[in-house]
């Protein structure tokens, strides 16, 4: 079946510096989601991406979806404490509107 | 967006008995859906909750184990049957509505269930 693979799998970070993650699938998506989850709290919607090439900004997140519609980038700049937590990307599975996750990116900022 | 609200939150459970999970959303959405999401893993797609009608389950989760109620489109429950430690996980309900743009789905708070 369809599966997205995110890397890297964890990271550490010094407080000020920029992010990059991504989530990759052997299958084409037409919609891409980034999600942010803290320890004990449900996923909370970062940004939608719906077209491929579409680049989209939320503060100081920016996240792309791939020109080949199999991947989708996240970047985050001058990360700050609170950016500590686990990144999700996720995707419809062909045909439906149920969503698939990614492997997940556990980011951990060095103050 | 839809804000979602899920009870209870937290519980400790005796293995072997079950627990229904409810979840509530602010607004009527078209899409209801139940995730488990087992420590330190991503979160897997349970069921579809679809209104007034059985629930579209995946593969590897059973109506018996895992059976869902969504008799109107704000409110959906998911009970957690005869319960095992391996059942001990996040559960969380998600909700979505489609848009000229896109589907998005957002997420309820979660409820942590660990089975003793």
């Known amino acids: 079946g369809q599966q997205l693979n995110q890397s890297p799998q964890s990271m550490f970070i010094q407080e000020g510096e920029d992010v990059s993650m991504n989530c990759t699938s052997s299958?084409?998506?037409?919609?891409w989601l980034w999600y942010k989850q803290d320890p004990g709290e449900g996923p909370v919607l970062l940004i939608a991406?719906?077209?491929?090439?579409e680049l989209t900004s939320n503060g100081r997140l920016t996240a792309q979806f791939g020109i080949t519609r199999k991947d989708s980038f996240l970047n985050i700049s001058a990360s700050i404490p609170s950016d500590v937590g686990i990144y999700f990307c996720?995707?419809?599975?062909?045909?439906?509107?149920?969503?698939?996750f990614g492997t997940g990116t556990r980011l951990k900022v060095l103050a | 967006s839809a804000v979602i609200s899920q009870k209870p939150s937290r519980d400790i459970c005796q293995r072997g008995t079950s627990l229904t999970i409810q979840c509530q959303v602010d607004?009527?959405?078209?899409?209801m859906f139940w995730y488990r999401q087992q420590p330190g893993q991503s979160l897997t797609l349970i069921a579809t909750?679809?209104?007034?009608?059985?629930?579209?389950?995946e593969s590897g989760f059973v109506i018996d184990k895992f059976p869902i109620s969504r008799p109107n489109l704000t409110f959906s429950t998911l009970t957690v049957s005869n319960m095992s430690p391996e059942d001990s996980s996040i559960y969380l309900c998600?909700?979505?509505?489609?848009?000229?743009?896109?589907?998005?789905?957002?997420f309820g708070e979660g409820s942590w269930l660990t089975v003793v």
């Open positions: 998600s909700a979505g509505q489609g848009s000229v743009t896109g589907n998005t789905i957002y």
């Open positions: 299958s084409i998506f037409n919609t």
């Open positions: 991406l719906y077209k491929a090439g």
């Open positions: 996720a995707g419809p599975t062909s045909g439906t509107y149920k969503y698939i």
């Open positions: 607004s009527q959405v078209t899409m």
């Open positions: 909750a679809n209104q007034g009608s059985e629930a579209t389950y």
